[in-house]
C-alpha cells in the first residue's frame, strides 16, 4: 500500500525487521515538536538509548514477499484495455498532489479517438477546505476541471482498491465531461467538497471494503 513497495513501511508488513533507531525517534521528536505531548518515561527510555545505556533488541530474520501490487492491477488493466482495440499509455507512480497528477495525465491525452490512459499510485492532497471526499474523487474532479471546454471527450474514473477514499464510504469516482455541470466544479474543489459533488451531479462508485490495499487505480477512455 505504497508506491515504493518499500517493505518496512507497508502497514501490514508486520513481520518485517523495524531498522529505526533510538536516534531516529528523538529525530523524529524533535522535528514535530513532540517532546511536550509524549510521557516523560518515554522520552527518557529514547534519550538512554541513545546514549547506549539500553541494548538495541535482537534482529529477527522473517522472510517477507509481496504477493500483489500496484503494478499487478495496472497488467490487467492493460491487457484487458488492449484486447478491447484501445491504444493503451500508462503512467505510473501517481505520487504527488492530486493537481500536478492531473496535469501530468491530462497531458497524455491523445488526439485519436479509440484511446486508453491506465493510470496508479497514491497522489496527495492539499487540505484547506472542510469537505467530505478523497483523494481519488478529487482527482477526477481536477482532471474533468482542466479539460472542460476542449474537444476531448471522455470517461474518467480513479478508485482506491481497498474500496475507501478519503472520508467516505466510496471507492472512488466515475464521470464524463460533457456535462454542463462542470463548470461548477471550481467551488467543490475550493472546499475539498469532491463528494458532495458526484453525490448531487452522479458518479460515485461504491464497492464495499475489499479488505486488501494496492493502492489508486485509474483510467480515462477517450471516445
Not at 500500500?1 to 513481520?15: A, K
Not at 533488541?57 to 504477493?67: F, G, Q, S, W
Not at 479509440?114 to 481536477?142: A, M, W, Y
Request: with cysteine.
Amino acid at each position: 500500500d505504497v508506491v515504493s513497495n518499500d517493505l518496512s513501511v507497508i502497514s501490514s508488513g508486520c513481520t518485517y525487521n523495524d531498522n529505526t533507531t533510538f536516534s531516529d525517534a528523538i529525530k523524529t521528536i524533535t522535528k514535530y515538536s513532540l517532546g511536550k505531548k509524549l510521557p516523560k518515561k518515554v522520552i527518557t527510555h529514547l534519550k538512554r538509548g541513545l546514549n547506549t545505556k539500553i541494548m538495541q533488541p535482537n534482529r529477527l530474520t522473517i522472510k517477507n514477499k509481496i504477493i500483489a501490487t500496484n503494478h499487478d492491477c495496472l497488467d490487467v488493466m492493460v491487457l484487458k484495455s488492449r484486447r478491447l482495440g484501445f491504444t493503451t499509455k500508462v503512467y505510473s507512480p501517481i505520487k504527488h498532489d492530486v493537481s500536478v497528477s492531473a496535469k501530468k495525465i491530462v497531458r497524455m491525452i491523445s488526439e485519436k479517438k479509440n484511446s486508453c490512459i491506465i493510470f496508479g499510485g497514491e497522489p496527495t492532497v492539499q487540505v484547506k477546505g472542510n469537505g467530505k471526499g478523497g483523494r481519488n474523487q478529487e482527482l477526477v474532479l481536477q482532471i474533468l476541471k482542466l479539460i472542460h471546454g476542449s474537444d476531448h471527450r471522455v470517461l474518467v474514473s480513479s478508485i482506491s482498491t481497498d474500496g475507501i477514499d478519503g472520508n467516505t464510504t466510496c471507492a472512488g469516482a466515475l464521470s464524463g465531461n460533457n456535462s454542463s455541470n462542470l463548470q461548477k466544479i471550481s467551488s467543490y474543489l475550493e472546499n475539498n467538497d469532491s463528494y458532495s459533488f458526484f453525490k448531487k451531479y452522479g458518479g460515485l462508485i461504491k464497492t464495499g471494503s475489499t479488505h486488501t490495499n494496492l493502492m489508486d487505480i485509474g483510467l480515462i477512455i477517450k471516445y
